[in-house]
């Protein structure tokens, strides 16, 4: 069983084309998160969702849209997909709550390339 | 959050110890270590956390000294599975929160 699973694997699409990203994990967690790694394979955190709140968002443009429709799932939407937008797009999810610092499970990734 | 500095990258081989230092100067009381692991193309994988001693588990120690300034993750008899990027953190993660920033990481090599 795929505890944090996306789709799709690889994305490759045209400069200004809008995409969608889809995360869904079925280890019953409260939190979402959505990570851009970067060709320097810096992680950096874009968003995070509580029980389907928004509690993190980062200065991302505002072309990009999370979207929760329940707990277990945070899509990603990207309009107007530019040039710097390639990277690898990850989803992760924690229980959320517990005071320290939780243990955040990560999908397999999202590797996006804008030509 | 704290920042933390590590060593960029490292070199070992099979079945030797490999230790990793990470720097977290400015650790606040309530912060916790964690530590990360990520193979290519996969997405990080949580490793062990601390707050303050030492922790093992099946994968690894972690040590603390009494200033948590810095911690030591500690690999015992590594194998080539072993290469991959560590990640030291460190933050409490405050509520539901749960922001975490991941530094350059260590990019650990091993060798045959």
């Known amino acids: 069983d795929t505890a944090v699973s996306q789709t799709p694997k690889y994305l490759v699409t045209q400069m200004g084309n809008d995409k969608s990203i889809k995360c869904e994990q079925n280890?019953?967690?409260?939190?979402m998160y959505w990570y851009k790694q970067d060709s320097k394979k810096f992680l950096k955190i874009m968003f995070s969702?509580?029980?389907?709140?928004?509690?993190i968002n980062e200065t991302v443009p505002n072309r990009f849209s999370p979207k929760s429709p329940d707990k277990a799932h945070l899509n990603l939407h990207i309009n107007s997909l530019e040039l710097g937008d390639s990277a690898v797009y990850f989803c992760?999810?924690?229980?959320?709550?517990?005071?320290?610092?939780?243990?955040?499970?990560f999908g397999p990734g999202t590797r996006l390339t804008v030509l | 959050l704290a920042k933390t500095t590590q060593p960029i990258s490292m070199d070992s081989y099979e079945g030797q110890e490999v230790n990793i230092t990470c720097s977290h100067n400015?650790?606040?009381?309530?912060?916790?270590i964690t530590w990360y692991q990520q193979f290519p193309s996969q997405g990080p994988r949580f490793i062990i956390q601390?707050?303050?001693t030492k922790v093992t588990n099946e994968v690894a120690s972690l040590f603390i000294p009494a200033d948590r300034k810095s911690s030591t993750l500690s690999l015992p008899r590594v194998s080539l599975s072993d290469t991959a990027v560590y990640y030291c953190?460190?933050?409490?993660?405050?509520?539901?929160?749960?922001?975490?920033?991941f530094g350059q990481g260590t990019t650990l090599q091993v060798k045959p």
């Open positions: 992760a999810s924690s229980q959320g709550g517990s005071g320290r610092t939780d243990t955040q499970y």
């Open positions: 400015n650790i606040a009381t309530n912060d916790y």
């Open positions: 601390g707050y303050k």
């Open positions: 280890l019953g967690h409260d939190t």
């Open positions: 953190l460190v933050g409490a993660g405050s509520g539901n929160t749960g922001k975490l920033i």
């Open positions: 969702y509580n029980n389907k709140e928004l509690i």
